[in-house]
């Protein structure tokens, strides 16, 4: 009896590595826009800003989008042409306040940066930003973001 014991239990171990071995290895890292949380649908906003993966982030950004900025007004091609153009090497977002409102989500939030824009080193400013979120049938969709000191 005792040796069968042993074979259960040592193939209840082997299995049970191999299953988690399963889910361990060769998976895709979730980019998380299944998010439903305005505080992470801006963290991955950032995220995809800092890497460069502006294919992916065009898909959550409205056609219709706005962007005030200090120095005027963009639009989706103009945004997405600056975050092109705009080296982020790293930032801290805090104080968030989300706020839902039926099918859209106002986040807002502070921000620093640290990268270069243009050839020129970004400020350390601390930046009050705004964001619209709309839930869209493909997902969330960023509508509009404000950008203030």
């Known amino acids: 009896m005792a040796g069968r014991t042993r074979v259960a239990m040592v193939a209840a171990i082997l299995a049970a590595l191999f299953?988690?071995?399963?889910?361990?290895?060769?998976?895709?890292?979730?980019?998380?826009?299944?998010?439903?949380?305005?505080?992470?649908?801006?963290?991955?906003?950032?995220?995809?800003?800092?890497?460069?993966?502006?294919?992916?982030?065009?898909?959550?950004?409205?056609?219709?989008?706005?962007?005030?900025?200090?120095?005027?007004?963009?639009?989706?091609?103009?945004?997405?042409?600056?975050?092109?153009?705009?080296?982020?090497?790293?930032?801290?977002?805090?104080?968030?306040?989300?706020?839902?409102?039926?099918?859209?989500i106002v986040v807002t939030y502070t921000a620093m940066f640290k990268g270069a824009s243009g050839g020129r080193e970004l400020e350390p400013i601390q930046w009050k930003m705004m964001t619209v979120w709309q839930k869209a049938e493909k997902g969330w969709i960023a509508i509009a973001h404000a950008q203030v000191r």
């Open 19 to 104: 299953l988690s071995g399963c889910t361990i290895y060769g998976g895709k890292k979730n980019k998380g826009w299944n998010a439903t949380g305005g505080e992470a649908l801006q963290r991955q906003f950032w995220e995809e800003v800092k890497d460069k993966n502006l294919d992916e982030l065009r898909k959550h950004i409205a056609v219709s989008w706005v962007w005030q900025t200090p120095e005027g007004v963009l639009d989706r091609d103009a945004t997405l042409e600056r975050f092109r153009n705009t080296e982020v090497k790293d930032y801290v977002l805090g104080d968030f306040k989300v706020t839902p409102n039926g099918h859209d």
